[in-house]
């Protein structure tokens, strides 16, 4: 439709999560008519995330070391384990200040629909440190909708024969919704509600 270079800029565009050919289309003209030094300050963020940043190899959440901050602070408690579908949902947890153990970043949840099982996920991962760090107690805090019911079903199933306490965040959250979106006290209150999951 348009001259190579902005036709390769709208079609990375469109790849990018909830944003569609329309929304692809405003931003790539938008970026046009920036500044040059406006546009490669964005260019620039890119790179440079791609380049320092990587993933935990303990959690899975982002670090720019081998291992994240919360896994390397000696104060955290390492025997309960808070399981989280993605990094920013840390973020929500920890603005609670309810949690003082560590974390461990499925990166996705169970969908069928788009095709991702428990291999697609850091399952397997979590498994592996379970043992090796003494955990206790795992908190499944994934999403209060379908695909993250789903996923804390399945992980029970797996964790609860093990012998570890397996919990999962209160209710009181909106249904349907994503852990970001809820407020720091309604959050709160569901982890400290956290009742054990009946197999
Ligand atoms: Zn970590």
Redesign the pocket.
Known sequence: MYAGPVQDLIDELARLPGVGPKSAQRIAFHLLKLAPVDALRLAHAITEVKERISF?H????V?EAE??E??TDTRRDTTSICVVEEPRDIVAVEKTREFRG??HVLQGAISPIEGIGPEQLKVRELLARLEPEGVVEVILCTNPNIEGEATAMYLARLLRPLGIKVTRIASGLPVGGDLEYADEITLGRALEGRREVEA
């Open positions: 935990c303990r959690c899975w959440n670090s291992e994240c919360i896994c560590r974390y």
